[in-house]
């Protein structure tokens, strides 16, 4: 069999320095592939451990037929060093001692030298286990100070999908040498959450309505209209605040205290759309060749760990659709989405969507 590269990129948990789930998904990622596989001899994983600062390879030794662990590159180690304030639960920001940890932009460095070299057209998957939102994965939780709209901040590490896949951070042979490393069928899968509150705010209104509720799964029209209103949910008005948002999300001018609009099917299946159109996931599937499939989570529905549930063996991130265990169920946002925008969901059952 020819050459088979899984690349597993473990994001660093930013909001709990006791428990790396991030690294314990990528090698439950690697275990699972591997004792599916028909055949793991050419299999090789490279894993790229942000918080600990190492691009690390697993191949078999042709040999000794046995697989072990090479390093390639050290980085510099993610502490709490990193954040000038860390407090466990929250989105602490990655904003101190930057220079030597590894950014998104050595994945695809890595990736794009696959591409140039012997080994390209064999990345059958690349999965980024990490917190994410809808600019990408979230690797440490940095941010981007650049004022330019296509330069990428020397200290940020982030996945941005406006500027990862334009000159300067690919240039024609770069974009080119990434879509090159790919195998088709190939995988792209982003793991985080996308969880945008401003449409979770529209999507819950639009389930708790009479007509959502009275119409059978599936038949609701185009043209079907539903009242919302948000005077309850306001708060001081701020230009970014998430009830401002759904302001400017439904055509409203914001600031306001209170909002009330009536929109049809279609409105609300325009928004989602755009949305999707906005990813991350939808940036990186643009410029993939044919054949390679991109899951990410669908705007406005987060993920958890499979580790809740006890019953589960070498758990990953899914996006829950039930509780409990798990404390949030998407399970009507992710059915939306393939009812009536036709989205594909992941073949692992995971409610992924595909971009």
């Known amino acids: 069999m020819a050459i088979q590269h899984v690349l597993l990129v473990a994001g660093f948990?930013?909001?709990?320095?006791?428990?790396?789930?991030?690294?314990?998904?990528?090698?439950?990622?690697?275990?699972?592939?591997?004792?599916?596989?028909?055949?793991?001899?050419?299999?090789?994983?490279?894993?790229?451990?942000?918080?600990?600062?190492?691009?690390?390879?697993?191949?078999?030794?042709?040999?000794?037929?046995?697989?072990?662990?090479?390093?390639?590159?050290?980085?510099?180690?993610?502490?709490?060093?990193?954040?000038?304030?860390?407090?466990?639960?929250?989105?602490n920001r990655f904003d101190t001692n930057p220079k030597g940890v590894m950014s998104i932009t050595d994945?695809?460095?890595?990736?794009?030298?696959?591409?140039?070299?012997?080994?390209?057209?064999?990345?059958?998957?690349?999965?980024?286990?990490?917190?994410?939102?809808?600019?990408g994965p979230i690797l440490v939780n940095s941010d981007d100070h650049s004022s330019s709209p296509t330069q990428r901040d020397d200290n940020d590490k982030d996945g941005r999908q406006v500027k990862d896949f334009i000159a300067p951070t690919m240039d024609e042979k770069a974009l080119a040498n990434f879509r090159a490393a790919f195998a088709s069928p190939g995988l792209v899968w982003i793991w985080g959450c996308v969880f945008f509150t401003a449409l979770n705010l529209i999507l819950s209104q639009i389930f708790k309505s009479s007509k959502f509720k009275t119409t059978a799964p599936g038949k609701l029209k185009d043209a079907d209209q539903f009242a919302l209103d948000f005077s309850e949910d306001a708060k001081t008005p701020t230009l970014d605040d998430p009830f401002n948002t759904v302001v400017r999300i439904l055509g409203?001018?914001?600031?306001?205290?209170?909002?009330?609009?009536?929109?049809?099917?279609?409105?609300?299946?325009?928004?989602?759309?755009?949305?999707?159109?906005d990813a991350y996931a939808a940036a990186i599937s643009r410029v993939m060749p044919s054949g390679v499939t991109i899951f990410a989570a669908l705007p406005g529905t987060g993920t958890d760990y499979e580790e809740l549930d006890k019953t589960v063996r070498l758990p990953l991130m899914l996006v829950p659709r039930r509780s409990p265990p798990y404390s949030n169920d998407f399970s009507r946002t992710v059915t939306f989405y393939k009812t009536y925008l036709d989205s594909t969901l992941d073949p692992e059952n995971r409610g992924y969507g595909a971009f």
């Open 13 to 91: 948990n930013y909001e709990n320095l006791k428990n790396p789930v991030f690294l314990q998904c990528s090698n439950n990622r690697m275990a699972r592939l591997l004792g599916k596989a028909k055949s793991s001899d050419d299999m090789v994983f490279t894993l790229f451990d942000v918080g600990g600062g190492v691009i690390q390879q697993s191949r078999v030794d042709p040999a000794t037929k046995k697989r072990s662990w090479t390093v390639l590159q050290n980085f510099t180690a993610v502490t709490k060093a990193n954040y000038s304030k860390f407090v466990t639960g929250e989105e």
């Open 107 to 135: 994945v695809y460095k890595f990736v794009q030298s696959i591409g140039a070299g012997a080994e390209k057209g064999t990345v059958i998957e690349l999965s980024f286990f990490s917190h994410g939102f809808m600019g």
């Open 252 to 277: 409203g001018t914001p600031p306001k205290k209170s909002f009330k609009k009536t929109v049809s099917l279609l409105e609300i299946k325009t928004i989602l759309d755009n949305k999707m159109t």
